[in-house]
């Protein structure tokens, strides 16, 4: 190599690859050309609406279902190539479903040392600190049906850890625990598997489960990923209209784009790359629309960051605990308007009160 080469910073080969991975059911393609790669400790979120999917693309990864086309490495071995892949038991993968799968005849001890080959001994002890590893120590004589749904949960966890997976794959994981344990369970699991160094593939329908864990979201839609990124990235960038509706509610303000301007009633917006005489969509998150006083008639100073403010009638006020939304009937076109604020905001129904949008916290797609 030529001494003046930057040389430049080695990047490991991925715990998990997928390239081009399809599937059809009935004639209707289900998956459509998926790929991803998850490096050793890091958490990406398969996440999308019901149907879209998600799991059988996890089911594939597992090789419980096969593929029509396309790759998956693990651990950089080539797993599956088209229809021809290796059984799941030969994957080095963990499994994890919302319904913990764990069998019921079988002490908790022996569900997590189900898949372990070998000296009694050694698997008794490997058992051993796995309970300790997900603090179930001295619950290993127990059953699963004495156990709560978090309890239960762990056992999972154990098991799915027991033959030292490289990838974990989990479908939906938490959904069946109630919500006072599920943020607790879910970040132990979590962590503890960054700490192994596994590579970490979750399917959910929650943004805000994927929000929460994820190191990248994979944003997936009739089969196909339409965005991925960080958390931060695809919430703040969001590649159109329903990727951005995904996330939050939102605001759509149409509008026709002239000379790369578009005219609203909260000012002009920039737009540019859209064709003259084109209709574009300007779409705000709630909590990016403020809210100003009327001053007899009259509204705030337009301002650069937040342009001319609109007029609106509050519709209603709902209190959500940590903010307020409030829905407003605009002056202009009969557009209805939600703001969202943070505390307890709650104007009475007709109170008039003025808009306006954050320039930086626009969207601006193609109508
Ligand atoms: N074995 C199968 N035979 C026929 N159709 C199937 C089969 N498995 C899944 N499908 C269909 O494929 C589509 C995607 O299903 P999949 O379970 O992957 O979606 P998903 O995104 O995980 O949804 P959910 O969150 O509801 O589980 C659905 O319309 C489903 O009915």
């Not at 001053?295 to 337009?302: E, I, Q, S």
Request: glycine share 12%; hydrophobic share 40%; aromatic share 6%.
């Amino acid at each position: 190599m030529h001494s003046t080469e930057p040389t430049l910073p080695e990047t490991p080969e991925p715990l998990l690859r997928v390239n081009g991975l399809t599937r059809a059911f009935g004639g209707r393609p289900v998956v459509d050309d998926v790929a991803l790669q998850i490096a050793a400790g890091q958490v990406t979120c398969l996440l999308g609406p019901s149907g879209c999917g998600k799991s059988t693309t996890l089911r594939m990864i597992a090789g419980i279902e096969s593929a029509d086309a396309g790759q998956i490495w693990l651990d950089g071995a080539l797993v599956q190539d088209g229809p021809a892949g290796l059984a799941p038991e030969r994957r080095s993968i963990g499994l994890m479903f919302q319904d913990f799968a764990l069998f019921p005849h079988l002490s908790v001890a022996q569900n997590v040392g189900f898949g372990l080959k070998g000296d009694k001994a050694v698997v008794a002890s490997r058992v051993g600190s796995l309970l300790e590893r997900v603090n179930l120590s001295g619950y290993g004589e127990k059953r699963p049906h004495q156990l709560s749904g978090g309890e239960q949960q762990r056992v999972a966890l154990a098991r799915a850890l027991a033959p030292k997976p490289r990838v974990m794959l989990m479908d939906e994981p938490f959904s069946g625990l109630d919500n006072r344990l599920r943020d607790g369970i879910r970040d132990e699991t979590i962590a503890l598997l960054r700490a192994e160094g596994t590579a970490v593939l979750l399917v959910t329908h929650e943004p805000e489960e994927a929000m929460r864990v994820g190191d990248e979201i994979a944003l997936m839609r009739a089969g196909r990923i339409v965005q991925q990124g960080a958390p931060y990235n695809v919430y703040n960038a969001p590649v159109d209209r329903a990727a951005a509706a995904f996330f939050s509610d939102i605001n759509v303000i149409k509008g026709v784009s002239r000379g790369a301007l578009t005219e609203t009633p909260f000012g002009s917006f920039l737009t540019p790359g859209h064709a003259d005489g084109a209709g574009v969509e300007i779409v705000i998150r709630p909590q990016h629309l403020k809210i100003d006083l009327d001053r007899g008639g009259r509204g705030p100073a337009p301002t650069p960051l937040e342009g001319t403010p609109a007029r609106g009638t509050v519709v209603r006020s709902r209190y959500l605990g940590r903010e307020s939304l409030v829905e407003f009937a605009m002056d202009f076109e009969g557009q209805h308007l939600t703001a969202s604020v943070p505390g307890v905001f709650l104007p009475k129904p007709g109170t008039v009160l003025w808009l306006m949008m954050r320039r930086d916290r626009c969207f601006v797609f193609p109508g």
